[in-house]
């Protein structure tokens, strides 16, 4: 019993700073629409020629009208290679990529791998109830305070010492490689 202890010790003190990180950084995540989803929005303004565009709507309408889709794309994307992409939904949930040189056309549906979606959703509190909101913040704010409180209510030898710098150490190096 003593030497699970010592491991559960030594294994807490090592893990700290990972646990801590992921705690904060977790709630920060769950309320990020209020840090403006971590995008800074530079915006300038400048004149270009007056063009008519009705030939490009009317081509983009032609590619629209094959897809089985009734809404207008989302997002249009022109790659380089000559292929065109028309993505509906959030995120391209549905998106049709387009040969024109070929004549050929992929439609790409994503949907949720379950229960992978539905534990990333979860961690993220990404349209969940506002409850689950609520609870995670507490789990993450309580995790944090029982972080924080093992290491100031123990006494601590060179080793758990040791143990808790490599830790900090490791995560801190892992952060630069991220």
């Not at 904060?24 to 769950?30: P, Q, R, S």
């Not at 530079?42 to 094959?66: F, N």
């Not at 093992?150 to 710098?165: A, E, I, P």
Request: aromatic content about 14%; overall charge positive.
């Amino acid at each position: 019993m003593r030497r699970w202890r010592k491991i559960h010790r030594w294994a807490g003190l090592f893990m700290a700073g990972f646990v801590v990180f992921y705690c904060a950084t977790g709630l920060i995540m769950n309320h990020r629409v209020h840090f403006d989803y971590f995008l800074l929005r530079d915006r300038s303004t400048m004149r270009v020629p007056i063009s008519d565009v009705t030939h490009i709507r009317a081509a983009i309408e032609d590619y629209a009208q094959l897809t089985d889709e009734q809404r207008v794309p989302s997002v249009m994307k022109f790659k380089t290679d000559g292929t065109m992409e028309l993505l509906y939904g959030s995120h391209g949930a549905v998106t049709y990529v387009i040969d024109p040189s070929t004549g050929n056309m992929e439609k790409i549906v994503k949907r949720p791998n379950n229960p992978l979606h539905f534990l990333d959703k979860l961690h993220k509190a990404y349209r969940t109830h506002p409850v689950w909101l609520y609870v995670s913040d507490c789990a993450a704010l309580l995790i944090i305070v029982v972080v924080f409180s093992g290491l100031f209510m123990f006494r601590y030898s060179r080793r758990d010492v040791v143990f808790l710098l490599t830790g900090i150490t490791c995560f801190l190096v892992s952060l630069l490689f991220a």
